[in-house]
DNA sequence: CGCCTTGTGTACGCTAGCGTGCCGACGCTT
DNA sequence: AAGCGTCGGCACGCTAGCGTACACAAGGCG
């Protein structure tokens, strides 16, 4: 039981809800693992469930043609997976692939949204969490454009070290051109880059982060934009 | 009153509501003119009021670094400007600006969340068609990415005809490198191609749609996927 | 009428990134 | 220990689009 209610704590959405809340959530709640590459959402699925990650977390991917591919969102324990339920809305335009193993807290769809009526607080801070994936969907399609493959995938490692909670990233070249939706090899003369600052360093199949600030200095500033507009709508 | 009526008719969002949600609309909104050029939100801007374009339409514009800008979304008759209410947001993250002349009906943000709470129809007909924007914004940062000028040319101008409701349009090639996010001088090798292939006529701030269809066929697909997700979630 | 602003055509060299393909190295399996 | 599949480095020519700049044309205005 206490498990459960650290567990809880540990996704940042459902940190210091009102105790009725957090009990109602607890009630109808559990716990799963997500393994590596496990397909949580195919585009246009039914949402059968929703996810709060507690140490996993989840790329939302947009498939294009069925051939070109792009990160357009990401979950960790700073957010969900299957927002558009706050809208009523069972269906998910996303492919949504696990990233990062681990667990997570699942609910069935149609509890979720019965708890979310009797659960105001939460259901709040649900919908300002939408409105922030609303924002950083737009940021990020100016930053997908304007943004050269090294500053996106500074981006991209440090907002993944974010949700890992680790130095260390199990991720090949291949996986992060996929991402970004670029070729490996731009992959591999950006990751090149990174390693000559002195920023990270790799090894087949795993990257390390040696210097944090460093690369938040080598990202685009749309890292640092993401970060505050999320602090200012949901820790506020 | 009926010129109100039909005004009201000639939103989509508004169509067909039931005619009590009708009434409490039509109580409290108003009629406004839309000029060319006028900025109706600045980002971070706190909403005060509402916009569901009647024959005006209103691009949405992300701003990154001051100086890179990107149009993200799109607002006609279809739609409406300051979706974020909907989630008991009053801001939005990007510039709203006239990019078509004409009506829309204003509602002030207290009175439109009012009014959502007894408006049950027209409330969750908002909801889907936030989900719609989503997914459309999803799919945009990937179109931009990925789709070469000339095809997101095409897409661009046919959205923009839909909305218009008029084959010919008012636009400069320094507007809509604006909007595209690319050189003024890319969009005029594009506009000659698509004007060679006789899909399009131009003169000096005006472009004239000749050959629809193949317009269509010269654009992305991602044109008539976007008019298909509305038509799935909204016409149902 | 001529001026001047605005819009469009075009040309230059340049860069980021593409598609592709190949090689070598690592490390897991047998 | 050998073999093989995966991963990363690298190189090739190529394309889209960039930044810039300049010239010409259209059309509003004095």
């Given at each position: 039981m206490t498990s459960i209610l650290h567990a809880c704590a540990a996704n940042q959405l459902l940190a210091e809800l009102p105790s009725a809340e957090q009990d109602a959530f607890m009630a109808i709640c559990d716990t799963v693992q997500l393994t590596f590459g496990e397909v949580l959402f195919q585009p246009t699925d039914t949402i059968t469930h929703v996810y709060f990650p507690i140490d996993s977390f989840i790329s939302q991917i947009v498939i294009l043609n069925m051939d070109s591919r792009l990160e357009v969102a990401m979950a960790g324990r700073e957010g969900m997976l299957g927002i558009s339920l706050v809208l009523?809305?069972?269906?998910?335009?996303l492919l949504a692939l696990v990233q990062g193993e681990g667990l997570a807290l699942r609910i069935n769809a149609a509890s979720f949204q019965q708890l979310l009526l009797n659960a105001p607080v939460l259901h709040q801070r649900l919908k300002r969490y939408l409105y922030v994936v609303i924002s950083q969907l737009a940021n990020s399609a100016a930053c997908i454009h304007f943004h050269r493959i090294e500053e996106r995938l500074a981006r991209w490692l440090l907002m993944t070290q974010d949700r890992a909670k680790s130095d260390s990233l199990q991720l090949t070249h291949e996986f992060l051109a996929m991402m970004l939706g670029v070729r490996r090899a731009g992959i591999t003369l950006a990751a090149i880059a990174l390693q000559t600052r002195g920023l990270i360093r790799y090894h087949r199949g795993e990257i390390i982060i040696i210097d944090r600030p460093g690369l938040i200095e080598a990202a685009c500033k749309c890292y640092t934009d993401d970060c505050a507009l999320y602090t200012k709508v949901l820790m506020l």
């Open positions: 009523d809305i069972a269906e998910t335009p």
